[in-house]
């Protein structure tokens, strides 16, 4: 059982390059989510998606989009890389049924700089 | 909208010392309380929550965080701290049904020997 996983761990993009951030679960989960952490600032909600084919907007979504074609799998397409996009990126699952609140795992995490 | 405030953004203690870790949140409404841990390197690991029931919750390596709901508050606490205990730690609040969290800036917790 691998939990979260995120490919790549490290990448440097050039300014209007576009890139994909990998994420993948093996826990069955039906929620996922995407995060930046930026020093200082916490994490904040990028996207999230409540299962698949179903996602919606977080708190920061501009200048990215998601996909959710599987269960499993969640990906984070950046699109003309800007600077400000320089951060890093978390992965998260969690399984809701009813209204009952479950812990949100966390993956290891993409370090990207935008140069 | 929710937020939550970490007070600190710093905390150095000397090891063996008592910890407080500040966490105050906005919205009075049903919630639910966490506290994550990053290490450095890594990706956040769920430290304790408050769901309901007992107000004082506590971690197995010996964190411990009380919810006062009349004060908007859930302080982290250990009373002594060990050099493994180095790490970022992020207060997260989410309205109960809503199944999205909202982190605090983090508080960086240094243990000196």
């Known amino acids: 059982n691998a939990g979260v996983t995120q490919t790549p761990k490290f990448r440097i993009l050039k300014i209007g390059q576009s890139m994909t951030l990998q994420c993948t679960q093996d826990?069955?989960?039906?929620?996922m989510y995407w995060y930046r952490q930026d020093p200082g600032m916490g994490l904040k909600l990028i996207y999230y998606?409540?299962?698949?084919?179903?996602?919606d907007k977080g708190e920061v979504p501009n200048g990215y989009n998601v996909s959710r074609s599987t269960t499993e799998d969640f990906p984070l397409r950046l699109e003309l890389a800007a600077p400000s996009q320089t951060s890093v990126y978390f992965c998260?699952?969690?399984?809701?049924?009813?209204?009952?609140?479950?812990?949100?795992?966390f993956g290891p995490g993409t370090r990207l700089t935008v140069l | 909208a929710q937020s939550v405030t970490q007070l600190d953004s710093q905390v150095p203690v000397f090891e063996e010392a008592p910890v407080e870790l500040r966490c105050n949140y906005s919205s009075s409404v049903s919630v639910y309380l966490f506290w994550y841990v990053q290490y450095p390197n890594q990706g956040l690991q769920l430290l304790l929550k408050?769901?309901?029931?007992?107000?004082l919750v506590e971690s197995i390596n010996g964190f411990e965080a009380e919810f006062n709901k009349s004060q908007t508050s859930f302080h982290l606490r250990k009373p002594s701290v060990h050099i493994s205990d180095t790490a970022e730690y992020f207060c997260?609040?989410?309205?109960?049904?809503?199944?999205?969290?909202?982190f605090g800036q983090g508080t960086r917790l240094t243990i000196n020997p």
């Open positions: 998260a699952s969690s399984y809701r049924a009813g209204e009952w609140f479950n812990e949100q795992f």
């Open positions: 826990m069955n989960h039906n929620y």
């Open positions: 998606s409540v299962g698949a084919g179903i996602t």
């Open positions: 408050y769901l309901s029931g007992s107000t």
């Open positions: 997260a609040v989410s309205d109960r049904g809503a199944q999205k969290l909202v």
